[in-house]
C-alpha cells in the first residue's frame, strides 16, 4: 500500500498563504488520482481538490481561485499551494491516494493541521 506523508501546515492569519506537501512512497506516475482533503472539528471530511497522473486537476467551488494543486513526479510530490485562507479554511488536511474513483484500497496520510486566525 501507497505511504503518504503531509507537511507543511500551521497557523496562519486571515489572507495568508501556506503550502501543503505530500509525499508519496512509490513514483506519482503509478498513481491515478491524489486528492486533498480536510476536516474541521464536528464536520466530515470533505474533498478540496484533485490531480491525476496525467496533470488534470479539479476543485471544489469553496477553493477555487484560492487554493492550487500541484505535483512533481521527481519528488513524488503532491502540493497545495492555498492563498488568501480563511478562517473557515481551518481543518486537518489529508492527503489520499486512489488508483480509481472510489477505490476502497485507497491510502491516507496521518494529516496536517492548517489554522486560520481572524
Known amino acids: 500500500q501507497v505511504q503518504l506523508v503531509e507537511s507543511g501546515g500551521g497557523l496562519v492569519q486571515t489572507g495568508g498563504s501556506l503550502r501543503l506537501s505530500c509525499t508519496a512512497s512509490?513514483?506519482?506516475?503509478?498513481?491515478?488520482?491524489m486528492y486533498w482533503y480536510r476536516q474541521a472539528p464536528g464536520k466530515r471530511r470533505e474533498s478540496v481538490a484533485r490531480?491525476?497522473?496525467?496533470?488534470?486537476?479539479h476543485y471544489e467551488d469553496s477553493v477555487k481561485g484560492r487554493f492550487a494543486i500541484s505535483s512533481d513526479n521527481a519528488r513524488n510530490t503532491v502540493y497545495l499551494q492555498m492563498n488568501n485562507l480563511k478562517p473557515e479554511d481551518t481543518a486537518v488536511y489529508y492527503c489520499?491516494?486512489?488508483?480509481?474513483?472510489?477505490?476502497?484500497?485507497?491510502?491516507w496520510g496521518p494529516g496536517t493541521q492548517v489554522t486560520v486566525s481572524s
Open positions: 512509490i513514483n506519482l506516475e503509478d498513481i491515478t488520482y
Open positions: 489520499h491516494s486512489e488508483q480509481y474513483i472510489g477505490d476502497p484500497n485507497g491510502s
Open positions: 490531480i491525476t497522473s496525467t496533470h488534470r486537476t
